[in-house]
């Protein structure tokens, strides 16, 4: 019988702020690709990792669901994923030599792992490191801001919080209210997915014209 495990049992009990440093550092995975072998639908994709993928392949989201990117269910929420190679079941994005072919582009949750967040009742939220996930066995410190190699990282920051709240607004009315959460869902898609996204352009500024539309519709 599977149960819900605590925070202390998946980490260190402790929660960082971007600024910390944390035991992460993993070599340069060393020839390891573990993380990218375990993709059933697992790496679940954002409106930044739909604009950061479709500026790095040049690819829409429509074009993207053609090939390495399809929808899941996570509690009521629909979320797009990264699919996997039917070949050989890791992730599409990964080489024969055991290498990201996207890593300037990697998703959030690549680029977090092995670190998780935790969110706050305010809706603010911690990182932690999820302790089992890597198994590096010399692990360095390192700061979560160098880790996370994301350009403007308060911005990109505030929009995970933004998000949050979207998904999280979803997801509270699943169980009560399956036809406005239907509802909820097809507009979130086609707001924040569907519609494309100038990667020419700054990417907060339109998911911010995004929210007023979603929030006004
Ligand atoms: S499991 Fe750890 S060492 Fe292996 S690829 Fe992932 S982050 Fe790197
Ligand atoms: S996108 Fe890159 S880092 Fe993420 S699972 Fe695929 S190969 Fe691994």
């Not at 999280?168 to 036809?179: F, K, L, Q």
Request: proline residues 4%; negative net charge.
């Amino acid at each position: 019988m599977k149960r819900n495990l605590t925070f202390e049992e998946i980490s260190d009990g402790k929660r960082y702020s971007s600024s910390d440093l944390a035991k992460i550092g993993c070599g340069d995975c060393a020839g390891c690709f573990e993380c990218c072998k375990v993709t059933e639908d697992t790496i679940h994709l954002d409106p930044y990792d739909i604009y950061s993928l479709s500026a790095g392949l040049g690819h829409s989201f429509a074009e993207l669901m053609g090939s390495s990117v399809n929808l899941t269910v996570v509690d009521g929420v629909v979320t797009p994923y990264l699919t996997k190679r039917e070949s050989d079941g890791v992730c599409g994005f990964l080489s024969k030599e055991g290498r990201c072919t996207i890593h300037e582009f990697r998703p959030g949750f690549c680029r977090l792992f092995p670190l998780g967040r935790i969110y706050n009742d305010d809706g603010s939220f911690d990182y932690f490191i999820q302790v089992h996930e890597c198994p590096y066995p010399a692990k360095t410190k390192v700061k979560i801001k160098s880790w996370l190699g994301i350009p403007s990282l308060s911005r990109y920051e505030a929009f995970v919080r933004a998000w949050h709240e979207i998904t999280a607004n979803i997801r509270d009315c699943a169980d009560e209210n399956p036809a406005l959460t239907k509802e909820a869902n097809l507009r979130m898609l086609k707001v924040f997915f569907e519609t494309p996204y100038n990667t020419e352009e700054d990417f907060y500024t339109q998911f911010e014209e995004r929210v007023v539309i979603y929030q006004g519709a």
